[in-house]
């Protein structure tokens, strides 16, 4: 990763139900990377505000470009509307 700007510098794997997904700049958002490969994910507002699209980080690492989001994250959750992978990941979606 590099450390200026928390870009990952390759493609990190997103591991879902035992799906393996390849994450792209291009998707802009972990959220659009899961819907590109059909995962569906309940979301409102894109933004990090509602949290309905709260998922479970169950390894790996992300962040917030656009800074944290303003709804309620606990332990291990992640908000895909508005993070991005910084490793390979693997997500428990209910």
């Known amino acids: 990763m590099d450390p200026k700007n928390s870009m990952p510098t390759s493609i990190p794997v997103v591991i879902v139900e035992e799906q ?4 792209q700049q291009s998707d802009k958002t972990l959220l659009n990377c899961l819907e590109r490969h059909d995962i569906e994910v309940h979301f409102h507002c894109r933004d990090g505000f509602c949290g309905a699209c709260r998922v479970t980080l169950e390894r790996g690492q992300v962040c917030y470009p656009n800074g944290e989001p303003l709804a309620f994250v606990g332990e ?3 908000l895909p509307c508005c993070c991005i992978p ?3 990941i693997k997500l428990k979606i209910d």
């Open 20 to 23: 393996r997904l390849d994450y």
């Open 86 to 88: 910084t490793s390979n």
């Open 76 to 78: 291990n959750e992640i």
